[in-house]
């Protein structure tokens, strides 16, 4: 149901519980829709309404390494960024979780087969067919195969969403589910409650004026920067005693991937070349190959984890990026602009059209022009830093109350080291395998420290509420719950301690799969056996 005034959810449902979800964005949303499933009674506070929305820009500065993703990555809106994502969904390798001596910091409280035994299911949950897990059996529907590289590098696909908007592949079950309740464009602005127990949040409505939401237990799914600014805004409520009040983790060791070009690449055998590289299709998913280390090669070299992966830049690039969003914006209701630049753009692609539609029906494959431009472009972690960090500023207040967020981003001088490497052996692997040669950048080669402006965040905002085995290095635990609460939980990246070279919201969903399942199993029990 969705719902548009708070006096509506005065009354909780008789008999059953209630769990509050701040925020209706990709992992709020996706929680809600799993504990419905189970017969829970969930409610879903959502800042933004059903059109796309913006953070206001006085809510929040970026003092740091500059990052764009405060500004251009997160949206305010029902569905939340998943409205602006492409929805590729990677898994994390063993290595991202075990602890590394040479990562400080990077060890989770939580193993790698705990999170991976919800993989499949949170696939499954998202509409991906088990047949799509399979590298080889997608390979093979493309004609292709897999390749076997030397230098420890390893292919692997990546699977996308059909319908990247959950705001949109959720619809109906929102409309028409009586235990799945949404309240639209009311702000989260703090918690009440004694003695860890948190029994309502406070919430602000359009008029500006502030309600108490009850419930049994409490989500945080309001998107990495939002999550600490709103613990960090609770701690400095002097009339409020917090429980996290002096946990100095809460915006800590804030963390985005580094990306950017590394290396021109001249193909030396055109057809393995493309076989092995061009985006695959099927059934309206996408499966993108990508290169990465093994994990006993990231042991054995003792460097972070990155991945790798083709950019193509031909005449019709971006002509190719308007039809693509026409299409969906077709399929899926969403804005598009007129039939004029339909045409205009189907004109530019001139003698492309008909080997573009040949490739994507008859092969399942994007295609790629012959005389594309290809570069090498890696997406890697870095270094967890408790300097890097989100504070607030409670002079600067926004019109919910809320004051600013301030992003210091910072970023350690070791990664590039890790990326020359990488690139090399991903130079020596794609030459050994016949496939291709790479150029890289002198500025990478010989470690100029100027290489690094180069790089970016790529919108995967994380930390700044990490899991910890105590509040003494971490805000949440391994079950998400907020130290020193009984039933305040984080959901989303905030609470990772590290980024693995992988886009972060599938593990994040894994991660909810299982929370779902503690909170839906007998009361009190707990998932944390070891
Ligand atoms: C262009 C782009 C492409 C991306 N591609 C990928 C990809 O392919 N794969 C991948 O893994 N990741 C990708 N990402 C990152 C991914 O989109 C995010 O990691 C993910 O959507 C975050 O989900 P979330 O639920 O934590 O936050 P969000 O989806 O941002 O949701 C947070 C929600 O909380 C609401 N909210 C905030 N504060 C409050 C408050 N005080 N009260 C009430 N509501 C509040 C917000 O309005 C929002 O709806 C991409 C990001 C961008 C921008």
Known sequence: MLLTECAELAVPATGGRRTVIIGGGTVGLYAARELVKRGQEVVVIECGGQALGNFAPESFASVGKPHDGIRLGRARNLGGTSNLWGGQLVEFQPVDFAGRDWVPDSKWPVTYAEVAAHYERTYANLGIPREFLDDRQVFKHAGGATTDFTEGLELFLTRWLKVPSLSVAYAEEIR?????????????????GANGAITAIRIVDHAGKEHLIGGDEFILAAGTIEIARLLLHAAATPSWDCPWRNNENVGAYFQDHLVGRVAALEVLDRRR???????????????????????????????????????????ISENLVYLKQFVKAALYSRKFSGLGDLFRNLRACGAHLLPLMWKYVVQNRIFVPGTSKISLNIQGEQTPLKASRISIDPAVKDADGLPKAILDWRVGSEEIASIREFTLHCDRALRAAGLARLHLADWLMNLEPKFAATLHDNYHQSGGARMGETEKDGVVDRDLRVFGTTNLYVIGAASFRTTSNANVTFTALALVTRLVDRLTSGRGGSFSSR
């Not at 235990?179 to 989260?188: A, D, G, I, P, W």
């Not at 993108?288 to 991945?307: E, F, G, V």
């Open 176 to 192: 028409s589910h009586e235990k799945f309740k949404v309240l639209l464009n009311h702000t989260v602005v703090g918690f009440a």
């Open 273 to 315: 070349f493309f076989n092995t590289f061009s985006t695959i299709v099927w059934s309206g998913h996408k499966f993108q190959p990508k290169i990465r280390l093994t994990d006993q090669t990231l042991q054995s070299s003792r460097i972070m984890n990155i991945q790798a992966m083709m950019s193509f830049e031909s005449s």
